[in-house]
Every structure is written in structure tokens, then in C-alpha cells.
């Protein structure tokens, strides 16, 4: 039977970190035939030991078979809390054995203590190994969502010019939103609410100044760079736009673009294009150790998923988001 017991990166020392590495590239071999998102052992560690700015409690568990780590598990408790985010990997040569299982007992309980009703996994292989395997213990699809990648060496840079549109400028900065836009930003930043997210339980956070300035400080102590365009509508000095990059050191190669919204009152503007090619142009011109831009996008938005095949990005592999009520899956494992 695999014993499961929690997980202290700062414990375990570079062998266990290098030990969970390769049980993650190894599964990834079998669970990404086509390569998947792109990772390498130190993107691996980095993204288990340093939470992401803002995202909530991180909880990690290992699982061991025979002396050996044959699964690992990471749940985010997020800030508004009622849905744990989790995560389960487990090594091809250990499946079968009970260890997914018994790595999901004890996430359900714990979600349990927290007042959690709902348990939900992200960044899921469409129709591979993981999502059969939920979707027997109780979870079903709610959500998939398109990966697309731009090349900055190869791509081409025509479909990028455009004037700024009639009556808008933009604004560029580096881990530190302007005094005198940060509070209108965090008013767009709440845009993002209504991109389709499927039947997902995951709920937004709510974006406030205090917000925004508890993030930049912890990236800041994380040593991760956060670039932000955004589009200031001239004639009220507030921003209604915006785009953001994350740059990691583990990943000197790679830009992780996240959310990218424009308020509804300036759509129909190219706004969101504008934005994006202004940065991917920044990161072209000033970072040219950067060959990458990656990015992900609900299947259903039609219109984000052209906006970024217009500026070159293309598709590499699709996720899907897998749900369940804690209760339900908790009376199905028995």
C-alpha cells in the first residue's frame, strides 16, 4: 500500500526536489505524447516550491511504493475559498496500484476541513490517462481550454503595426503599477470575470489596489518579473485594458502571457491586440533571449484564440478542467 504523508520542499533536500522532477517528467512522457507544455526539471521544482503570487494556501504530498516516490500531490486553498484547485501525479511504472487513490483520500478530507464543497483539476491532457481516471472516481469535464505558443525568432512581426486606435495611449511598467493608474487598473483587471470559463467552479479573485500591491511585492520576493501594457482611455485617464507577461529565471526562454481583458464599454477598439503586440514587440526588441510567448485560452473564446493566430501564436495541445463535489467522490471512494 503507498504511504502518504505531507511534502516540505525545504526539507527534503535536492534529492527528494530531483526525485519529484523526474516522477513528473516521466509521467509527462506518457500523459504528453505529443509534448505538452513545455518543462524542464528546473521549471518543475521552481513551479512546486514557489507558489504563484496571490493564488491562496498551497498545500504538497508525496506518496511512496516500495522506498521509492511513485505520486505526488499540490492543492491551492484559494483566498475566497468553497473550490481546492488539485494536482496528482503519479508515476507511470506506480499506476495501478492504489497510489492516485490514496493521494485523493487525503486531499478530500482536507478539503473537507477547509469548508471546501467542490475540487477541481486544472491543465489536464484532454481525453489522455488523467481524465479517464477522474472521470471513474466521480469528476467530470467542465471546462477545456486551447495552449498556444508564439515564436518571437520565427514569427512575423506585419500583423503587429497598428496605430494606437483613435483616443487611447498605452502605458508600459515592470512589476510596479503607476499611483496614479493602479486603482483604475484594478477596475480592469475585474474584466477578466466574464471570459467563458465553461461550468469550472474556479471564482475570480476580487482585484483591489491592496490586491495588486500584495502581488507585486511577492513577486518581487519571488524574483519574478511581471510586464504589463495596458490601454489608457485618454479622455478619462483611466486604463481599460491590459495584457500581462510573468518572466521566471528557471525558464530564461520562455514568457508566460496570463490574462489579457478589455472592459466592455471599449471593446471593438483591437484594444486586446493592441496590447498583446506591444508587448510581444517589447519582449522581441529588448529580450532577445526570449524565444517563446506562452499562453492559454479558454476553447470556447472564439475571439481571443483569433486575436492571438492573427499575431502568430498557433496550438500546441488542448486541457480540460475536471470537477467534482467533495461529498460525492468522498461516498464513491467509500
Known amino acids: 500500500m503507498p504511504h502518504v504523508s505531507p511534502f516540505d520542499p525545504d526539507i527534503g533536500g535536492r534529492a527528494s526536489l530531483a526525485e519529484y522532477a523526474a516522477l513528473v517528467l516521466a509521467s509527462r512522457a506518457v500523459d504528453w505524447p505529443d509534448g505538452g507544455p513545455r518543462r524542464t526539471a528546473e521549471m518543475i521544482i521552481r513551479r512546486m516550491c514557489d507558489p504563484d503570487p496571490g493564488e491562496g494556501e498551497r498545500l504538497r504530498w508525496a506518496a511512496h511504493l516500495d522506498g521509492r516516490m511513485a505520486g505526488f500531490m499540490m492543492v491551492i486553498i484559494p483566498e475566497n475559498g468553497g473550490v481546492g484547485s488539485v494536482e496528482i501525479t503519479v508515476h507511470p511504472e506506480c499506476r495501478g496500484h492504489g497510489v492516485g487513490t490514496a493521494l485523493l483520500r487525503t486531499v478530500l478530507s482536507v478539503l473537507q ?74 477596475a480592469a483587471r475585474r474584466a477578466i470575470e466574464d471570459a467563458p470559463l465553461g461550468a469550472a467552479a474556479f471564482e475570480s479573485p476580487d482585484w483591489t489596489v491592496e490586491r495588486i500591491r500584495r502581488i507585486e511585492a511577492e513577486q518581487a520576493q519571488l524574483g519574478v518579473e511581471q510586464h504589463v501594457v495596458v490601454a489608457v482611455h485618454e479622455e478619462s485617464g483611466a486604463v481599460v485594458g491590459f495584457t500581462e507577461i510573468e518572466l521566471y529565471a528557471a525558464s530564461k526562454d520562455l514568457a508566460h502571457q496570463f490574462d489579457t481583458a478589455v472592459l466592455p464599454a471599449h471593446r471593438g477598439h483591437g484594444l486586446g491586440r493592441h496590447v498583446k503586440a506591444r508587448m510581444a514587440e517589447r519582449l522581441r526588441s529588448e529580450r532577445p533571449e526570449i524565444a517563446w510567448i506562452s499562453t492559454s485560452t479558454g476553447a470556447e473564446n472564439a475571439h481571443m484564440i483569433r486575436v492571438n493566430t492573427a499575431l502568430g501564436f498557433v496550438v500546441s495541445h488542448t486541457m480540460v478542467v475536471l470537477t467534482g463535489e467533495v461529498e460525492v467522490i468522498s461516498r464513491r471512494l467509500g
Open 113 to 186: 476541513d477547509h469548508g471546501c464543497a467542490a475540487i477541481e483539476g486544472w491543465w489536464i491532457a484532454a481525453d489522455g490517462v488523467g481524465e479517464q481516471w477522474a472521470r471513474k472516481r466521480g469528476f467530470r469535464r467542465t471546462h477545456a481550454t486551447v495552449a498556444q505558443v508564439l515564436s518571437l525568432p520565427d514569427v512575423d512581426v506585419s500583423g503587429w503595426a497598428a496605430e494606437t486606435p483613435a483616443g487611447y495611449r498605452t502605458v508600459e511598467w515592470v512589476n510596479h503599477a503607476p499611483e496614479e493608474l493602479v486603482e483604475s487598473y484594478a
